[in-house]
């Protein structure tokens, strides 16, 4: 059974960056499609983007491009995001899960709470 | 950008009772449309993919159909655990992909 442990949330202020991280185990991580997913608070689930198996195709939401940037690391069996000149409206938790479109394993997410 | 719609936004059922609840893409995604279950404090469970299939280890109760639009995800008798959200999700002509706002299950 797969699992996915993200880490690297906390309290940022508004218009820092912040990078959240991913380890994946109990699956082929370097055969997998990853995607990242968000949930504000009390609100539904946003898709944010996701990578190719060997990192060559890198999709994002519209409204979320130029300002977030997907990783992978196969050696590492993790999963990136960097987040620059964030605002409230970044406040969320944030899921790493596997696949390109629908997603099976999903972590239990880290939140990331922006403030001035 | 494909917009899902789910109707209704909450839907109030008695255990055992059936529940039908409905998600609309604003243009045709063939079926390529999957269904999760959030309950509070978890992250989504995945329940329904390719519009139809249940996802390994899913109860047969769970039951997906539709194509094109029109998408429709039956619980056939309601158990306790199965209060929860339920968003419909399109992975068709893209990335990006989007998911519907959700449908509350509630206890009636």
């Known amino acids: 059974e797969g699992q996915l442990v993200e880490s690297g949330g906390g309290l940022v202020q508004r218009g820092g960056s912040l990078r959240l991280s991913c380890a994946a185990s109990g699956f082929n991580f370097r055969n997998s499609w990853m995607t990242w997913v968000r949930q504000a608070p009390g609100k539904g689930l946003e898709w944010v983007a996701n990578i190719k198996e060997d990192g060559s195709e890198r999709y994002y939401a519209d409204s979320l491009k130029g300002r977030f940037a997907i990783s992978r690391d196969n050696a590492e069996n993790s999963l990136g995001l960097q987040i620059h000149s964030l605002t409230d409206d970044d406040t969320a938790v944030y899921y790493c899960?596997?696949?390109?479109?629908?997603?099976?394993?999903w972590g239990r997410g880290t939140l990331v709470t922006v403030s001035s | 950008e494909i917009v899902m719609t789910q109707s209704p936004a909450t839907l109030s059922v008695s255990p055992g009772e059936r529940a039908t609840l409905s998600c609309r893409a604003s243009?045709?995604?063939?079926?390529?449309l999957a269904w999760y279950q959030q309950k509070p404090g978890q992250a989504p469970r995945l329940l329904i993919y390719d519009a139809s299939t249940r996802a390994t280890g899913i109860p047969a109760r769970f039951s997906g159909s539709g194509s094109g639009t029109e998408f429709t995800l039956t619980i056939g008798s309601l158990q306790s655990e199965d209060f929860a959200v339920y968003y419909c999700?399109?992975?068709?002509?893209?990335?990006?992909?989007?998911f519907g706002q959700g449908t509350k299950v509630d206890i009636k």
């Open positions: 243009q045709s995604i063939s079926s390529r």
């Open positions: 899960a596997r696949g390109k479109g629908w997603t099976d394993y």
């Open positions: 999700f399109h992975y068709s002509t893209g990335p990006p992909y989007t």
